[in-house]
């Protein structure tokens, strides 16, 4: 059974710093592209971040390009995303998962998702 537990969110003001972490079970972690999603309150679903099995690549959303870092560890199945200078447009609840059709550019759905972490953008 896939299993996504979604950590590191919190309070943080304009131009701060998160590092959210997203812990995998249930299914060879080092198989599957991963991706972040994000909803702020009153919003759809917007696709953040995403990365290949193996790490080598990465695509970022255009408004997060340059502040935002996805990366993972197969070994500790492990996904992260390094969020710097942090704007209240960045507020919401973030997501981790599996994209359907291993889809990590421009990813369109979850296969599988967490349950979230919230993240708050404020001074």
């Known amino acids: 059974q896939v299993h996504l537990v979604e950590s590191g969110g919190g309070l943080a003001p304009p131009g701060g710093s998160l590092r959210l972490s997203c812990v995998a079970s249930?299914?060879?972690?080092?198989?599957?592209?991963m991706t972040w999603a994000r909803q702020a309150p009153g919003k759809g679903l917007e696709w953040v971040s995403g990365?290949?099995?193996?790490?080598?690549?990465?695509w970022n959303v255009d408004s997060v390009e340059g502040r935002f870092t996805i990366s993972r560890d197969n070994a500790k199945n492990t996904l992260y995303l390094q969020m710097n200078s942090l704007k209240s447009e960045d507020t919401g609840m973030y997501y981790c998962?599996?994209?359907?059709?291993?889809?990590?550019?421009?990813?369109?759905?979850?296969?599988?998702r967490g349950q979230g972490t919230q993240v708050t953008v404020s001074s």
């Open positions: 998962g599996i994209p359907a059709g291993g889809r990590w550019e421009y990813p369109r759905e979850f296969d599988y």
């Open positions: 249930g299914f060879i972690f080092s198989n599957y592209p």
């Open positions: 990365i290949p099995s193996d790490g080598d690549e990465t």
